[in-house]
């Protein structure tokens, strides 16, 4: 058996799958974030291993005797701060923090970074908070032995070990992305060394072993192995089998996301998409990443005093977008804009916008965000011929029936299951204890397709114009 261990921000969740990739059980525990100023997210790492102590004894009441490996997935970006003795400095600063947006501008403004990492230095990478750290907290930073990634904390309690593995690596704008090496050009620029950093692995390779009091603690033998893993979304990749040029899929998570695999490296950082190592050997993915899906449309649900569920289910089929706009820059954007002080707006409200049509534009403006991560992905060269819908808001037909006619690609809705990031996570963990390979990444059964609606698709493309137009008219107004 294989356990997959996925660090996100709401909670951390576990799954145990057997040798013919069977989920026998699944565990889940919340995590809560703070948020003590503006801008700012924050979570204690402490929280982390409650959790995962909370998991691993779910998952315990169903015998784990058989596990031969763990992998881990989880949010990217985070700076976890660890002294010379492994010592939590700081509350871990979150992937969605925007409060270094002035350090990364800085960053980015250095050309070595974009020309060696692949990307945008945004806000939310792991480089710009440590400078942060560096100007508002020097006598903290000077104490700074070790900098790790979420997940990679959740290593270091399981195996003692400090190592990273190269998808989760690529966020922190230190990476190498083509050569898969820390940069240690760009690790000075920032006041660091590799020291400091972990050591690195591809995903599907054994980063370390299980202590032997966890194993006695949680009923595991002495000899499992710990995998590379994969931030979240290149586990996902994994769980959901787009591994390979061509592939990709649409997550409607808290942020949305659209992933390709690439089997060579393409980036093209001026179309802020991220081009990251994926967490196989010798693949890179490319995202188009926004900050606000799901979460847009629970912000609304929350302010009509709804849930999300009940507002979707009443829509019938695919409208045309109406007068009414919804821009779901709630906290900044990424792709395209690279803006973290942008907010977000409903424009065209008027005596016809009740709570349907205010529903439908919420999801018209995600979706339509989405379609401008689409177009900045194939600025790159990169091509989709097969697109999966995965995350809480793919049970919402009518948006992928949107997703769909916007992007004028069919989307395929997985059988019922959980494919994301702790089967992925799982899947690497059988990669890396029987040496399996890419070949075992197949992707899910399919439950149904969604065609895009062809009478509805001039309609979206008109709609899409429309949304671009206000979200260059509101950019230094809100």
């Not at 004894?57 to 490996?69: D, I, P, T, Y």
């Not at 009091?213 to 979240?232: C, I, N, P, Q, T």
Request: glycine share 12%.
């Amino acid at each position: 058996m294989y356990i997959g261990l996925d660090l996100g921000t709401s909670g951390l969740k576990g799954l145990l799958m057997d040798d013919a990739q069977q989920v026998l059980a699944e565990a889940q525990a919340p995590l809560s974030v703070s948020r003590p100023a503006e801008g700012w997210s924050e979570q204690s790492p402490a929280d982390w291993i409650g959790a995962a102590e909370a998991v691993l004894g779910q998952l315990a009441a169903h015998g784990l005797g058989a596990v031969k490996g763990i992998g881990l997935s989880g949010q990217m970006h985070g700076a976890t701060l660890l002294s010379s003795l492994d010592d939590v400095l700081r509350p871990c600063i979150l992937w969605n923090d925007t409060r270094a947006y002035v350090e990364a501008a800085e960053l980015d403004a250095d050309p070595r970074f974009r020309a060696t990492s692949g990307n945008i230095v945004f806000p939310g990478f792991t480089a710009p908070k440590l400078v942060w750290v560096a100007r508002h907290e020097p006598d903290l930073f000077a104490r700074v032995a070790k900098v790790l990634l979420p997940k990679d904390y959740l290593r270091l309690w399981l195996t003692g070990e400090h190592v990273a593995e190269m998808s989760d690596a690529a966020g922190t704008s230190w990476l190498d992305c083509e050569k898969r090496d820390w940069s240690d050009e760009l690790l000075e620029a920032c006041g660091l060394s590799r020291a400091q950093m972990p050591r690195l692995v591809e995903g599907s390779q054994v980063s370390g072993q299980l202590r032997p009091e966890l194993a006695a603690r949680f009923g595991l033998s002495k000899d499992v192995v710990v995998a590379g893993g994969g931030g979240d979304n290149a586990a996902s990749g994994v769980g959901v089998g787009v591994v390979h040029a061509g592939q990709a899929f649409v997550s409607l998570g808290t942020s949305g996301v659209l992933f390709a695999a690439n089997d060579a490296y393409q980036p093209d950082p001026a179309t802020a998409v991220h081009t990251f190592c994926h967490a196989l050997p010798g693949k890179w993915h490319q995202m188009g990443v926004i900050l606000a899906a799901t979460d847009a449309l629970n912000w609304f649900a929350a302010l009509a005093g709804s849930d999300a569920a009940k507002l979707t289910g009443a829509l019938g089929a695919l409208q045309a977008p109406g007068k009414t706009r919804f821009l779901p820059y709630l906290g900044g954007e990424r792709t395209p804009l690279n803006d973290a002080t942008i907010r977000g707006a409903f424009i065209g409200l008027d005596h016809a916008t009740d709570r349907s049509a205010a529903t439908r534009a919420v999801l018209e403006g995600v979706t339509f965000a989405l379609r401008d991560c689409r177009d900045a992905l194939a600025a790159t060269g990169t091509r989709i011929e097969s697109l999966l819908a995965v995350g809480g808001g793919s049970r919402s037909d009518y948006w992928l029936s949107a997703i769909a006619t916007a992007l004028d690609t069919p989307v395929s809705v997985p059988v019922a299951g959980d494919f994301g990031g702790a089967f992925g996570a799982a899947r690497l963990a059988l990669m890396a204890a029987s040496g399996a390979g890419v070949e075992i990444a197949t992707q899910p059964a399919i439950s149904h397709v969604i065609e895009p609606v062809s009478q509805l698709k001039q309609a979206f493309a008109d709609g899409h114009a429309r949304y671009r137009a206000a979200a260059i008219a509101i950019k230094g107004l809100t």
